[in-house]
Protein backbone atom coordinates (compact mmCIF):
# COMPACT_ATOMS: atom_id res chain seq x y z
CA UNK A 1 0.00 0.00 0.00
CA UNK A 2 1.71 3.46 -1.02
CA UNK A 3 2.16 5.96 1.77
CA UNK A 4 1.43 9.86 1.89
CA UNK A 5 3.19 11.62 -0.71
CA UNK A 6 4.34 15.46 -0.24
CA UNK A 7 6.09 17.54 -2.53
CA UNK A 8 8.63 19.05 -2.70
CA UNK A 9 10.73 17.62 0.01
CA UNK A 10 12.72 21.02 0.63
CA UNK A 11 11.53 24.50 -0.08
CA UNK A 12 13.71 27.84 0.26
CA UNK A 13 12.04 30.93 -0.25
CA UNK A 14 12.49 34.61 0.63
CA UNK A 15 10.23 36.42 3.00
CA UNK A 16 6.65 37.87 1.50
CA UNK A 17 6.87 35.13 -1.29
CA UNK A 18 4.26 32.93 -1.92
CA UNK A 19 4.91 28.83 -1.87
CA UNK A 20 2.25 26.11 -2.32
CA UNK A 21 2.79 22.34 -0.77
CA UNK A 22 0.73 19.72 -2.59
CA UNK A 23 -0.22 16.51 -0.50
CA UNK A 24 -1.54 12.96 -2.03
CA UNK A 25 -2.83 10.90 1.09
CA UNK A 26 -3.25 7.53 1.32
CA UNK A 27 -5.75 6.04 -1.36
CA UNK A 28 -9.45 5.66 -0.25
CA UNK A 29 -8.62 7.69 3.37
CA UNK A 30 -11.42 10.06 4.30
CA UNK A 31 -9.81 12.49 6.11
CA UNK A 32 -6.90 14.49 5.65
CA UNK A 33 -4.70 16.64 7.93
CA UNK A 34 -2.10 19.32 7.51
CA UNK A 35 0.10 20.16 10.67
CA UNK A 36 3.12 22.32 10.99
CA UNK A 37 5.95 21.37 13.13
CA UNK A 38 8.70 23.99 14.39
CA UNK A 39 11.96 22.85 15.30
CA UNK A 40 11.99 21.68 19.15
CA UNK A 41 7.92 21.49 18.92
CA UNK A 42 5.99 18.73 17.90
CA UNK A 43 3.44 19.11 15.55
CA UNK A 44 0.35 21.39 15.79
CA UNK A 45 -2.87 21.01 13.60
CA UNK A 46 -3.66 23.52 10.89
CA UNK A 47 -6.60 22.06 9.01
CA UNK A 48 -8.46 19.02 8.54
CA UNK A 49 -10.45 17.85 5.77
CA UNK A 50 -12.85 15.30 6.12
CA UNK A 51 -13.42 14.02 2.63
CA UNK A 52 -13.75 17.78 0.45
CA UNK A 53 -14.88 19.72 3.35
CA UNK A 54 -12.96 21.26 6.44
CA UNK A 55 -13.82 20.16 9.91
CA UNK A 56 -11.25 22.52 11.41
CA UNK A 57 -9.30 25.24 11.01
CA UNK A 58 -8.63 26.79 13.88
CA UNK A 59 -5.37 27.27 14.18
CA UNK A 60 -4.94 27.84 10.39
CA UNK A 61 -3.37 31.90 10.12
CA UNK A 62 -6.24 32.39 7.51
CA UNK A 63 -4.77 35.79 6.63
CA UNK A 64 -1.73 34.27 4.98
CA UNK A 65 -2.44 30.38 4.76
CA UNK A 66 -5.18 28.83 2.64
CA UNK A 67 -5.76 24.72 1.82
CA UNK A 68 -7.83 23.12 -0.51
CA UNK A 69 -8.36 19.27 -1.00
CA UNK A 70 -10.01 19.08 -4.09
CA UNK A 71 -12.78 16.34 -5.28
CA UNK A 72 -11.55 14.73 -1.06
CA UNK A 73 -8.20 13.40 -2.51
CA UNK A 74 -4.94 15.82 -2.69
CA UNK A 75 -4.69 18.54 -1.01
CA UNK A 76 -2.94 21.91 -1.66
CA UNK A 77 -1.48 24.22 0.88
CA UNK A 78 -0.73 27.46 0.44
CA UNK A 79 0.95 30.36 2.20
CA UNK A 80 0.93 33.71 0.76
CA UNK A 81 2.87 36.04 1.95
CA UNK A 82 5.70 33.98 3.58
CA UNK A 83 6.83 35.10 7.33
CA UNK A 84 10.18 34.29 8.36
CA UNK A 85 8.19 32.74 11.53
CA UNK A 86 6.58 30.29 9.08
CA UNK A 87 9.98 27.76 8.37
CA UNK A 88 9.06 24.80 9.79
CA UNK A 89 8.42 21.26 8.31
CA UNK A 90 4.84 21.30 7.02
CA UNK A 91 3.48 17.35 7.50
CA UNK A 92 0.22 15.79 6.11
CA UNK A 93 -1.52 12.89 7.18
CA UNK A 94 -4.16 10.68 6.28
CA UNK A 95 -6.88 8.43 7.98
CA UNK A 96 -9.46 6.52 7.20
CA UNK A 97 -11.48 8.83 9.36
CA UNK A 98 -15.17 7.67 9.04
CA UNK A 99 -16.52 4.67 11.50
CA UNK A 100 -13.90 2.66 13.93
CA UNK A 101 -12.13 3.74 16.64
CA UNK A 102 -8.57 2.68 16.60
CA UNK A 103 -7.91 4.77 13.09
CA UNK A 104 -4.38 6.40 13.31
CA UNK A 105 -2.94 9.01 10.94
CA UNK A 106 -0.37 7.77 8.55
CA UNK A 107 2.04 10.90 8.03
CA UNK A 108 4.10 12.01 5.08
CA UNK A 109 7.42 12.68 5.00
CA UNK A 110 7.46 16.32 5.04
CA UNK A 111 7.93 19.58 3.14
CA UNK A 112 10.90 21.71 4.92
CA UNK A 113 10.37 25.35 4.55
CA UNK A 114 12.90 27.44 4.71
CA UNK A 115 11.92 31.50 4.59
CA UNK A 116 14.71 33.98 4.69
CA UNK B 1 -1.75 26.33 26.84
CA UNK B 2 0.18 22.50 26.16
CA UNK B 3 -2.43 20.42 26.92
CA UNK B 4 -0.18 16.95 25.71
CA UNK B 5 3.25 17.46 27.74
CA UNK B 6 6.69 15.00 27.41
CA UNK B 7 8.60 17.07 30.18
CA UNK B 8 11.89 15.15 29.08
CA UNK B 9 13.28 16.21 25.89
CA UNK B 10 16.42 13.89 26.14
CA UNK B 11 16.61 10.15 26.96
CA UNK B 12 19.69 7.94 26.99
CA UNK B 13 19.75 4.65 27.67
CA UNK B 14 21.74 1.13 27.03
CA UNK B 15 21.57 -1.37 24.62
CA UNK B 16 19.41 -3.73 26.37
CA UNK B 17 17.95 -1.70 29.11
CA UNK B 18 14.17 -0.13 29.97
CA UNK B 19 13.71 2.77 28.44
CA UNK B 20 10.57 4.77 29.59
CA UNK B 21 9.58 7.66 27.87
CA UNK B 22 6.64 9.56 29.55
CA UNK B 23 3.48 12.16 28.74
CA UNK B 24 0.83 14.08 30.79
CA UNK B 25 -1.98 15.63 29.52
CA UNK B 26 -4.45 18.50 30.85
CA UNK B 27 -7.40 17.98 28.82
CA UNK B 28 -10.01 15.29 30.50
CA UNK B 29 -11.95 14.68 27.36
CA UNK B 30 -8.96 13.50 25.58
CA UNK B 31 -9.85 9.22 25.14
CA UNK B 32 -7.53 7.50 22.79
CA UNK B 33 -3.64 8.33 22.74
CA UNK B 34 -1.09 7.04 20.79
CA UNK B 35 2.36 7.19 20.52
CA UNK B 36 4.54 8.03 17.13
CA UNK B 37 8.34 7.40 16.30
CA UNK B 38 9.92 10.00 13.84
CA UNK B 39 13.51 9.42 12.70
CA UNK B 40 15.35 12.30 10.88
CA UNK B 41 13.99 13.46 7.87
CA UNK B 42 10.69 11.44 7.90
CA UNK B 43 7.28 11.83 8.59
CA UNK B 44 5.86 10.41 12.32
CA UNK B 45 4.77 6.66 12.48
CA UNK B 46 2.52 5.31 14.32
CA UNK B 47 3.92 2.88 17.13
CA UNK B 48 1.36 1.66 19.61
CA UNK B 49 -2.13 3.07 21.01
CA UNK B 50 -4.02 2.64 23.99
CA UNK B 51 -7.76 3.60 24.52
CA UNK B 52 -8.83 5.20 27.77
CA UNK B 53 -10.74 1.86 28.52
CA UNK B 54 -7.63 -0.01 28.94
CA UNK B 55 -4.36 0.27 31.27
CA UNK B 56 -2.10 -1.41 28.91
CA UNK B 57 -1.43 -2.32 25.65
CA UNK B 58 1.05 -4.37 24.50
CA UNK B 59 2.80 -4.55 21.21
CA UNK B 60 6.49 -6.94 21.28
CA UNK B 61 8.60 -5.19 22.43
CA UNK B 62 6.45 -1.79 23.20
CA UNK B 63 4.20 -1.33 26.24
CA UNK B 64 2.13 1.89 27.01
CA UNK B 65 0.74 2.10 30.55
CA UNK B 66 -2.16 4.78 30.74
CA UNK B 67 -3.36 5.84 34.76
CA UNK B 68 -6.10 8.20 33.73
CA UNK B 69 -6.69 9.29 37.30
CA UNK B 70 -3.57 11.01 37.14
CA UNK B 71 -3.55 12.11 33.23
CA UNK B 72 -0.53 10.29 32.85
CA UNK B 73 0.76 7.59 30.49
CA UNK B 74 4.29 6.08 29.64
CA UNK B 75 5.83 4.02 26.39
CA UNK B 76 8.27 1.20 28.05
CA UNK B 77 10.40 -0.51 25.52
CA UNK B 78 12.01 -3.70 26.69
CA UNK B 79 14.37 -4.10 25.41
CA UNK B 80 15.86 -1.37 24.04
CA UNK B 81 17.87 -1.30 20.63
CA UNK B 82 20.21 0.85 18.98
CA UNK B 83 17.52 1.28 16.13
CA UNK B 84 14.97 2.16 18.76
CA UNK B 85 17.28 5.81 18.91
CA UNK B 86 14.19 8.47 17.20
CA UNK B 87 12.32 11.39 18.78
CA UNK B 88 8.90 10.00 20.26
CA UNK B 89 5.90 11.78 20.29
CA UNK B 90 3.08 11.37 22.19
CA UNK B 91 -0.25 12.16 21.42
CA UNK B 92 -4.28 12.28 22.19
CA UNK B 93 -7.37 12.83 21.00
CA UNK B 94 -11.25 13.20 21.89
CA UNK B 95 -12.74 10.61 19.63
CA UNK B 96 -16.14 10.89 21.76
CA UNK B 97 -16.86 13.82 19.97
CA UNK B 98 -17.62 12.32 16.75
CA UNK B 99 -15.76 12.54 13.23
CA UNK B 100 -13.31 14.59 14.91
CA UNK B 101 -10.12 12.86 15.27
CA UNK B 102 -7.60 15.65 15.28
CA UNK B 103 -4.67 14.57 17.47
CA UNK B 104 -2.53 17.06 19.63
CA UNK B 105 1.49 16.49 20.16
CA UNK B 106 3.31 16.72 22.54
CA UNK B 107 7.01 18.55 21.54
CA UNK B 108 8.48 14.68 21.63
CA UNK B 109 11.55 12.96 23.78
CA UNK B 110 14.34 12.08 21.99
CA UNK B 111 15.61 8.96 22.88
CA UNK B 112 19.65 7.48 22.38
CA UNK B 113 20.09 3.60 23.05
CA UNK B 114 23.94 3.19 23.41
CA UNK B 115 25.31 -0.11 22.31
Known amino acids: EAGVAQSPRYKIIEKRQSVAFWCNPI?????LYWYQQILGQGPKLLIQ????????DSQLPKDRFSAERLKGVDSTLKIQPAKLEDSAVYLC??????????????FGQGTRLTVV | DQQVKQNSPSLSVQEGRISILNCDYTNSMFDYFLWYKKYPAEGPTFLIS?????DKNEDGRFTVFLNKSAKHLSLHIVPSQPGDSAVYFCAASDRGGGSNYKLTFGKGTLLTVNP
Open chain 2, 50 to 54: ISSIK
Open chain 1, 49 to 56: FQNNGVVD
Open chain 1, 27 to 31: SGHAT
Open chain 1, 93 to 106: ASSPGTGGFNTEAF
